[in-house]
């Protein structure tokens, strides 16, 4: 059997990562799984909504990191793997989870893929997506105030404390690991040697 390959796109919040590896993971079709890390986010269900509200949502220890272990494990050999779903506008995981079938190729998009060196030795490639902090912050805005149902003042202010300090200190680190860096939009001739790069 083919060793799976698996694929990981980083970048800050609102940088257009998961846009991105959906894209590819459209344009390869059959070839490509995807997965995202916001999906590993820890169950806060024992805390209390305003204990919950405090977590710094921006710091890689709120990632249940064995979950995704076990799900990327099942991917690689082959198996269907079951994958949490969570709710982020209470901070719980909910009790469905979505099984997702293995492919040749697995694009996983987050926050913080390169950080740990366990995972970071594991992706046959890596991509960073640029993106400037202006334009960020407005596509947060956009989804976090449309699909999460948060105020403009509570996503200006968790971006100040947490989402970009995080960034500087976790986040743009990973430049410096990945393979390749792209900025968002893409033009075609990037995109084409992304797929071309994915497949390998």
């Known amino acids: 059997m083919k060793a799976i390959r698996l694929i990981a796109v980083v970048g800050g919040s609102g940088s257009g990562k998961t846009w991105l590896a959906a894209e590819l993971a459209g344009e390869l079709g059959d070839e490509a799984a995807h997965l995202c890390l916001d999906n590993f986010y820890k169950d806060l269900s024992h805390l209390s909504e305003p204990e919950r509200e405090r977590v710094n949502f921006d710091d890689p220890a709120a990632i249940d990191w064995d979950a995704l272990r076990v799900v990327l494990e099942s991917l690689e050999r082959g198996e269907t793997a079951r994958v949490p779903v969570y709710d982020f506008a209470e901070h719980v995981r909910k009790p469905e989870v979505v099984e997702l079938e293995s492919r040749p190729i697995i694009l996983v998009d987050g926050l913080w893929l390169l950080h740990p060196e366990w995972l970071r030795k594991r992706f046959a490639l890596s991509v960073f997506v640029d993106?400037?902090?202006?334009?960020?912050?407005?596509?947060?805005?956009?989804?976090?105030?449309?699909?999460?149902?948060?105020?403009?003042?509570?996503?200006?202010?968790?971006?100040?404390?947490?989402?970009?300090p995080m960034h500087d200190r976790f986040v743009e680190p990973q430049r410096e690991w990945a393979m390749r860096c792209v900025t968002t939009p893409l033009v075609n001739e990037e995109k084409e040697g992304l797929l071309a790069a994915c497949r390998g």
Do not use: M
């Not at 334009?135 to 989402?163: M, P, Y």
């Open 131 to 164: 993106c400037p902090e202006e334009v960020r912050l407005q596509r947060r805005l956009e989804r976090d105030v449309i699909a999460r149902g948060r105020t403009r003042e509570s996503v200006n202010k968790q971006f100040a404390g947490h989402v970009q």
